[in-house]
C-alpha cells in the first residue's frame, strides 16, 4: 500500500512575512490516525474548516482536525472519487470515476451529470465565479444553474484528457492539461485551446501556475519554462512573454503540486521528491525543513 503524505500548508497563509530561510513542518497522517485509504487524489477545505478528501481506493472522506470520517450518502456506494472542488455557495461537487459527477449541499447528496451514452472516465470538477467545470473522456463541460450550457469534444486524434491544474482568472479559467492548456471563459461559455490565442503556445504543456494582477503566470513540469499572459479588463488576451527559467530542480524530479496564496502574495510549489520552494522575481527559492521526512509525492496543496 502507498504511504499516504497529507501536506497541510494553510499555516503558509498565517505568516504575513515569509522569509526564504524559514523552516517548514508538516504532520504525516495515516492509518495510525484513522486515515483508511492511501490513495488520495484531491482536497478542499469548506467555510466550517473541514478537510476534504477525494480517495479513488475508497470515497469521500471529511477530516475535521482531529479524525477521520469516510462519508456514506443515501446508501450510494460512490468509491474511485478523483476529484473535488468547492462552488462558491460552498456546496461540494466531485467526481467519481466511473458514475458521474455529484453534488452535495444542504445535507444532500445529487447526481448532477452522467453521460449514459458512453462509458466515461470522470477526471475532474472545477469551481468558476459562478458554475463549474466538469471533465471526462474527451469533452469539457461548463455547468450553471443546475444545467449544462456549454461543451467541447475533441476529436479522436487527441489522448483523453488529464487535468493537472485549474486556474481560476478574471471571467473564468485556465485548464491545465497533458494536451495544453484551455481557456474557459464565463462571459461566453466558449471552452478553447489556449494555443488559438497565440500560436507561440501550440504543443506547449504547462503542469501549473497561477493569476496575478492581470497575469496569468505558467510554469512547465521540469521548471525550466515561464509563461506571462496579460488580460485586459474585458478579460481578453493582450500579450505573451516566455522566458527561459533556471530551474532549482535536480535528479529528473519536477512539481507536482502548487498554491498561491493572495493574502500574503505567496506562490508556493513542491516537487516530487518533496522539496517546497515559493517563486517571486522570476526566481526559485527553497524553504528549508526542520525535519529528515519529506511531503514525497504531494499531489495537492492547499
Not at 210 to 226: A, G, W
Not at 231 to 257: C, H, Y
Amino acid at each position: 500500500m502507498k504511504r499516504f503524505t497529507l501536506l497541510l500548508v494553510l499555516f503558509l497563509s498565517l505568516l504575513s512575512n515569509v522569509v526564504y530561510s524559514q523552516l517548514y513542518s508538516f504532520k504525516n497522517y495515516n492509518y495510525k490516525e484513522g486515515l483508511s485509504y492511501s490513495n488520495i487524489q484531491d482536497i478542499v477545505q469548506t467555510d466550517d474548516g473541514n478537510i476534504w478528501l477525494a480517495s479513488e481506493e475508497g470515497g469521500l472522506i471529511k477530516f475535521n482536525g482531529k479524525t477521520f470520517q469516510e462519508i456514506q450518502y443515501n446508501n450510494l456506494n460512490l468509491n474511485n472519487i478523483v476529484s473535488i472542488s468547492k462552488a462558491k455557495d460552498n456546496s461540494l461537487f466531485f467526481a467519481s470515476k466511473n458514475k458521474g459527477i455529484y453534488k452535495i449541499g444542504n445535507g444532500k447528496t445529487n447526481l448532477v451529470y452522467q453521460n449514459k451514452r458512453q462509458s466515461s472516465n470522470y477526471s475532474g470538477v472545477f469551481s468558476l465565479n459562478n458554475g463549474m467545470v466538469f471533465v471526462f473522456n474527451k469533452t469539457i463541460l461548463i455547468y450553471k444553474g443546475d444545467k449544462i450550457v456549454s461543451q467541447k469534444r475533441l476529436s479522436s486524434k487527441f489522448d483523453e484528457i488529464k487535468p493537472f491544474e485549474f486556474i481560476p482568472i478574471k471571467n473564468g479559467g485556465i485548464l491545465l492539461t497533458n494536451i495544453g492548456g484551455f481557456y474557459i471563459s464565463e462571459k461566453t461559455n466558449e471552452i478553447s485551446f489556449l494555443s488559438n490565442y497565440t500560436n507561440e503556445l501550440e504543443n506547449k504543456v504547462f503542469k501549473t501556475g497561477y493569476f496575478k494582477q492581470s497575469k496569468i503566470h505558467l510554469f512547465t513540469e521540469n521548471l525550466e519554462e515561464y509563461c506571462e499572459i496579460l488580460i485586459n479588463e474585458n478579460g481578453n488576451f493582450e500579450n505573451k512573454s516566455s522566458f527561459k527559467s533556471q530551474s532549482p530542480l535536480w535528479n529528473n524530479d519536477k512539481v507536482t503540486a502548487s498554491t498561491y496564496i493572495a493574502a500574503t502574495d505567496k506562490y508556493y510549489l513542491v516537487s516530487k521528491n518533496g522539496i517546497i520552494y515559493t517563486f517571486k522575481n522570476v526566481k526559485f527559492h527553497e524553504i528549508q525543513s526542520n525535519t529528515n521526512e519529506k511531503p514525497v509525492s504531494c499531489s495537492k496543496v492547499i
